[in-house]
């Protein structure tokens, strides 16, 4: 939802000539965001380290032609000659950054270069319109964007964090191993994401859910680049259950239908926890995230953040500062598993947002009961009835995902092939009327599916 906020208006501007400056932080994001579009039929390239050179100069000129309406870039690009060139030539209408708690010492994931971006817009010709976007911002790391990004008289738009769809609790079991397999175990035919603070608990997770019969891939940094792609792969297209990852799994993976993500360990601070949790029920389905608190995580927080090199290029002066930024971030995270109050009151009151002191639908509001809503699927997804049918369509949309290389959740999504199983659209209308199936779509893969149903409605009347 924030990438339509500046995608949308760099479309209007694209049509007048126009070109947006998505300014983005990891290689994956760019990647994705890129495919997406030129799924749905827009132009678009992203310029990032992962291009070969004759790649990027290539890129770099097609730019030039004006063939792009949005170019994503990575913030360490934009003062570099190459690129400053095609920029002052360029009819530059809006540079959007996303992530913008980047810019911020107070937000959880610094990054130095996007101190660049101000220096960038100043250098332009003629000032573009300069839009910041970011999913996790407290009121302090908004002031800092203002500021840093330096905003003329800006709109400030706070849309709410509240994700109602999502159930969060806190454990702290006596044994975490076991507390996570009768978890998964009554979670296994869906996807679920495990965060460990280490890639040594990763690789000790990943056996143990392997030696239980439990289909689980593994993503850390310290792997090689095939292997996480492949890993990241078979997740994307269902073929494992589980990943077990770092924080270097995450974002800019817009997998739709994961229905828990459990923290295997602490997070080190409220931001990071709130944005991985936040990888679960994307879909709008009801979606669980469950924390798993052990003394440990606090000393292995307390060593990351001691022996971070991260954004400490200011001096001594300037990484105690941060130090002390980053462990008043760790209290408070460790308040979070330890109040008996409402979770998500809690969370909501961390990123500035008022909300009522209970939710009754988190782990302490519900006084760690077991009930059903946690574990029910959702209404919207069929019942025995369509089960069939909304397998078929699944293993069509894999088809068509492996064939051109795409996440299947580019094709249509979860919860559209779900629309299709419970309604049996019957022709063109029909399946415009299914969430996510626009005008190209159907014309790409929508007539394919829409046979596959009639014929399955043909079977079930007799007709065969």
Request: glycine share 6%; aromatic share 10%.
């Amino acid at each position: 939802g924030k990438s339509l906020c500046y995608q949308i208006p760099a479309l209007m501007a694209g049509e007048n000539g126009g070109i947006t400056l998505v300014i983005s932080p990891l290689i994956s994001l760019m990647k994705d965001q890129v495919s997406a579009l030129n799924q749905a039929g827009v132009h678009a390239a992203y310029l990032n380290s992962s291009l070969t050179p004759g790649q990027y100069y290539k890129a770099l000129g097609y730019a030039r032609e004006g063939r792009y309406p949005i170019i994503y870039v990575a913030p360490e690009r934009l003062l570099t000659p190459e690129f400053l060139d095609f920029a002052v030539h360029a009819k530059i209408a809006m540079v959007a950054v996303d992530e913008a708690h980047c810019v911020s010492q107070w937000g959880h994931d610094f990054r130095p270069s996007y101190m660049n971006i101000a220096p960038f817009v100043a250098m332009l010709p003629t000032r573009p319109v300069l839009a910041a976007f970011t999913a996790t911002a407290t009121p302090a790391v908004r002031e800092d964007i203002l500021c840093h990004l330096k905003l003329q008289d800006p709109e400030i738009a706070v849309t709410g964090f509240n994700r109602e769809n999502l159930f969060f609790r806190v454990l702290k079991p006596t044994d975490k191993k076991e507390a996570l397999l009768e978890f998964i175990a009554q979670h296994r035919d869906e996807s679920g994401i495990v965060y460990c603070s280490t890639r040594k608990n990763v690789e000790k997770v990943t056996e143990l859910l392997k030696d239980n019969g439990i289909s689980a891939a593994r993503y850390h940094a310290g792997l090689e680049e095939e292997e996480r792609r492949e890993g990241q792969t078979a997740f994307l297209y269902d073929k494992v259950k589980v990943m077990v990852a770092t924080n270097a799994f995450g974002m800019g993976i817009d997998k739709q239908n994961v229905s828990y993500v459990v923290h295997y360990n602490m997070p080190k601070n409220m931001e990071a926890y709130y944005q991985e949790a936040g990888r679960a029920g994307r879909d709008g389905s009801k979606a669980e995230c469950l924390l798993l608190y052990g003394a440990g995580d606090v000393r292995t927080a307390e060593f990351f953040i001691n022996n971070s090199t991260e954004g400490n290029e200011g001096g001594p002066q300037a990484i105690a500062q941060r130090r002390k930024i980053e462990f008043d971030k760790l209290d408070q995270m460790k308040n979070y598993c330890f109040t008996s109050g409402c979770l998500r009151h809690y969370i909501l009151d961390y990123f500035g947002e008022d909300s009522p002191l209970s939710c009754g639908n988190c782990g302490n509001c519900r006084a760690e009961k077991r009930i059903a809503a946690t574990l029910a699927k959702p209404t919207a997804r069929p019942q025995k009835t369509e089960r069939s049918l909304y397998e078929m369509l699944r293993s069509v949309r894999l088809d068509f995902a492996e064939k051109a290389g795409l996440p299947p959740e580019l094709i249509f999504t979860d919860r559209s092939l779900q629309a299709m199983a419970v309604t049996k659209p019957q022709n063109e209308h029909d399946m415009m009327e299914i969430p996510g199936v626009s005008p190209v779509k159907y014309q790409m893969y929508g007539k394919t599916f829409l046979r596959v149903i009639q014929r399955n409605s043909d079977r079930r009347s007799g007709v065969e």
